[in-house]
């Protein structure tokens, strides 16, 4: 899977801001997770909430903005506690996992639901399974998709008659996103129009539901204040923030700035205007996925600026119960399959929001039960190259790497090994910490390396390549690069010291490799 790492794992779908490291939960500070220089999202504290659902760790103030706010959605970040047993580091690792889960589960619900083993059911299960938004919340490990499956749930439920399995599904998925209460009309039976005294029973039925959100909001606000400025420019005048969209992706994707990627952004914008369009021209409000649609067509007028800015706006995923609501309704109702292309456009980008942005210095990626390790290039090395499963790279007369470990605080020895050549016969020193390493001739023909094992503890460390010759052209072009070595396949393996090897390590001070 491009998303997962073989040390960061899937913590790079939390979009961690690498400005805001200082910031984490003191128990996810020594944690391999993957930050972004780009950047932050609201995974990230959504993960961190996983670490103490209970809301009573002081440090969840600086480390989630907004911390009211984010805590009203506690349900994935509560399961994903549960899951890692209460440690913060495997809850933080379950929390990436759960939209991951979600999908597979939304995907069985929806096969059933909207008869996917005929082509035009099939047709919408791919467009909502595959929609930019479902994609997103993958991508981004949001809440929008759990909240999403257990809605369907709720509904699927209602729709078998199973009244009370239902409602306990709506008052999950409104732990997971408050925003889910839009749907409620959905879940309600038209039966109280011929029996009116239903209408108290249903009534009181939704309350019921909808009172584990209540009590957690009054315990979030008893616990940590008011929501203060969360959610700020969340909603505005009726249809203004829709109408900016229209203006801003036209823009963008007519200066041709950002290519396809703008493109794809524009038709998401068209697809979720088709899909108002839809539920305002069948007019069906016997329908409960209608009842649906229409509540989220309200809702879209009504959203703010800042649900739809950007390439991948929110609103995608906030509105991903409309675009379920009109796929199942042109399913049922056998509409033109026009309607089919035209609301699930957003699939048009939706893969392409999980292309992954890769660390290009990167070399080396270990995990171990007993410690991690990555290995970046540094200061006089080319950009890594790769040809099938062989990957190198050529430095200058001077060059190195950033080897940072994660040990847990466990002692434990680093194995490096790699094959080096240069265009011509020169010696190699490869220093670690100021103390040499390893020293050699090298030349044409590969010659393999090995260095000592090495006592390593949490933290960054320099191996640095030295050569005693001046670096020499790879051609006779001007714009030829100065090669002094190039590093083959570098390899390296973890092992846990053993009882008193790190007292004569510390008196050995390091082997060297002449």
Not at 344 to 361: C, F, K, M
Not at 466 to 478: C, K, L, N, T
Request: hydrophobic share 50%.
């Amino acid at each position: 899977m491009a998303l997962w790492h073989p040390v960061y794992r899937f913590t790079g779908l939390l979009q961690v801001d690498a400005a805001n490291e200082a910031k984490l939960l003191p128990a996810l500070r020594g944690q391999p997770i993957a930050l972004s220089p780009i950047g932050g999202y609201d995974g990230q504290y959504y993960a961190q909430l996983a670490c103490d659902p209970s809301l009573r760790t002081p440090e969840l103030r600086t480390a989630i903005d907004s911390l009211s706010y984010r805590a009203r959605r506690i349900l994935v970040p509560a399961v994903a506690w549960m899951l890692g047993g209460g440690r913060p580091g495997a809850a933080l690792q379950a929390y990436t996992w759960i939209n991951i889960g979600c999908w597979f589960w939304l995907a069985v619900l929806l096969w059933r639901l909207l008869g996917a083993d005929q082509w035009r059911g099939l047709a919408a299960w791919t467009g909502v399974m595959f929609a930019s938004g479902t994609l997103l919340s993958i991508r981004f490990s949001l809440t929008d998709l759990p909240g999403l499956v257990l809605f369907v749930a709720a509904m699927v439920a209602m729709e078998r008659g199973r009244e009370r399995p239902g409602l306990a599904w709506f008052g999950a998925c409104l732990l997971a996103r408050e925003t889910m209460l839009v749907g409620a009309w959905g879940l309600v039976s038209r039966a109280w129009e011929r029996a009116p005294g239903r209408l108290l029973r249903t009534g009181l039925m939704l309350a019921v539901a909808i009172s584990p959100l209540a009590f957690w909001l009054l315990y979030v606000g008893w616990q940590v204040g008011p929501a203060g400025a969360g959610g700020v420019g969340a909603f505005g005048w009726p249809g203004t923030a829709v109408i900016g969209e229209w203006r801003e992706e036209w823009a963008r994707a007519c200066s041709g700035e950002h290519g396809w990627l703008a493109w794809s952004a524009l038709l998401a914008t068209v697809g979720l205007t088709v899909q108002a369009v839809f539920i305002v021209v069948h007019f069906r409000p016997e329908d409960r996925w209608w009842r649906v649609g229409v509540g989220y067509v309200v809702l879209m007028l009504v959203l703010g600026p800042a649900v739809w800015e950007g390439i991948g706006a929110a609103a995608l995923r906030v509105l991903l119960p409309l675009l379920l609501a009109c796929n199942v309704m042109v399913v049922r109702n056998r509409y033109s399959s026009w309607w089919l292309l035209a609301l699930n456009l957003s699939v048009a980008g939706g893969l392409q929001g999980l292309t992954p942005i890769p660390d290009e210095r990167e070399m080396v990626a270990v995990r171990t039960s007993q410690a991690a390790v990555i290995v970046r290039t540094d200061t006089g090395c080319y950009g890594p190259e790769r040809l099938g499963k062989d990957h190198w790279v050529w430095t200058e007369a001077k060059a190195e790497w950033q080897l940072q470990f994660w040990t847990g605080g466990r002692e434990v020895d680093a194995l490096l090994r790699t094959k080096v050549r240069a265009l011509d016969e020169r010696e190699l020193v490869i220093s670690w910490a100021g103390g040499e390493l390893w020293r050699g001739r090298v030349g044409p023909s590969w010659s393999p390396v090995f260095l000592p094992p090495l006592p390593v503890h949490d933290g960054r460390v320099t191996l640095t390549f030295r050569s005693d010759s001046p670096a020499v052209r790879e051609g006779p072009g001007s714009d030829a690069r100065l090669f002094s070595v190039c590093l083959l396949n570098p390899r390296i393996e973890l092992r846990a010291q053993l009882p008193g090897q790190a007292e004569a390590a510390q008196h050995s001070g390091g082997a060297t490799d002449r």
